[in-house]
């Protein structure tokens, strides 16, 4: 019965030798843990039983590796001078226990928010005085 079924072979990016033979219809596992970090292509190649093939490219980006994240500095950024940055790298672990240390990115206050503080407390000060002088 199987000489008459369509059969799909799985490539992941260029290899000649492909990662899966499949009989169609199946549920198939793509571990993603063992692919470098970046862009990636998976090609399915389908013959059915009287000879004809169908091709699909699927293209996704793998994302296995600790994230970074850098503070300070952005893409395609005008600097000039001395530039502080904060830099962090965490990883998202095994997915059954969640870590709290090194799993967040630190960040510094913003300006605007300063700039509230600071006139919040120049009115509370303000109002104080005004309010309650003897």
Do not use: C
Not at 7 to 23: H, S, Y
Not at 24 to 42: I, M, N
Not at 65 to 73: C, F, N, R, T, W
Not at 78 to 98: R, S
């Amino acid at each position: 019965m199987e000489e008459y079924k369509s059969k799909i072979k799985l490539f992941l990016d260029d290899e000649q030798q492909p990662i899966a033979e499949l009989v169609p219809p199946v549920q198939f596992d793509l571990d993603t843990s063992k692919l470098t970090d970046g862009e990636h292509t998976l090609k399915l190649i389908s013959k059915s039983p009287t000879g004809r093939e169908g091709i699909r490219k699927i293209k996704f980006i793998v994302k296995n590796g600790p994230a970074i994240s850098v503070e300070g500095l952005s893409d395609n950024g005008v600097v000039d001078g001395v530039i502080p940055l904060m830099i962090n790298a965490y990883d998202k672990g095994n997915q059954k226990k969640f870590f709290i240390e090194g799993s967040e990115t630190p960040q510094s206050i913003p300006s605007w928010l300063w700039i509230l503080l600071v006139a919040f407390l120049g009115w509370a000060a303000f109002y104080t005085i005004t309010n309650f002088s003897l």
